[in-house]
């Protein structure tokens, strides 16, 4: 499990395709703390550390993760956001990221407002009941709430810290990130789609 806060931004140095699966080695500051077989979101994706190299780490994407996040689109050089899965005697800073992407959005708007952001994104609209006014959303492995909710588009508002401390500076109308609906939303509109039937 995750909060969505991210811990560093780590650089992609290689991608080596494999089959239908791609590998990417990823430098970082925290790389180096890594061990084989640890669970670590990048960019809100879960993906099992295979191997560290000093301030590098292996991770592989499998063709179901290539076809539901933006790890597809990623090129040498790019910039991850990084965290480490939560220890059970952490604080919840954020809110609970399974690291379990459920689809990509598409920005389509960026404005600075006198020193913070505002972002708007189109998701599917088959998601929208998962999308609430002042709810949390995971955006690229980021905690963030979002605003100004209609069926198919939300708004997010970013501090400067965020800003200057994840891949959300990159992120320009077009860009395609990675979405994790509230896990507790999705229980309770689960189970009022089984009590309609």
């Known amino acids: 499990m995750f909060t969505g806060i991210i811990e560093s931004v780590g650089q992609i140095e290689d991608i080596i395709s494999e089959g239908t699966n791609k590998t990417f080695w990823i430098a970082s500051t925290l790389s180096g703390e890594f061990k084989p077989d640890q669970s670590v979101s990048h960019n809100g994706v879960c993906l099992t550390v295979e191997e560290v190299l000093g301030n590098r780490h292996r991770v592989t994407a499998i063709a179901e993760t ?85 069926v198919s588009e939300f708004s997010i508002a970013v501090i400067p810290y965020t800003f200057e401390h994840t891949n959300i500076k990159y992120i320009l109308p077009g860009t395609a990130v990675n979405l994790e609906f509230d896990v507790i939303g999705k229980y309770v509109n689960r189970m009022m789609q089984l009590a309609k039937n």
């Open 66 to 150: 290539l076809q539901k996040t933006n790890l597809g689109e990623w090129q040498k050089g790019h910039l991850v956001n990084i965290e480490r899965c939560m220890p059970m005697n952490g604080r919840l800073d954020g809110h609970i990221v399974q690291g379990h992407v459920d689809v990509t959005g598409t920005c389509i708007h960026r404005q600075e407002q006198g020193g913070s952001w505002v972002f708007r994104f189109r998701f599917p609209e088959q998601f929208a009941s998962l999308v609430i006014e002042k709810g949390s959303i995971c955006l690229n492995g980021i905690s963030l709430t979002v605003f100004d909710v209609s």
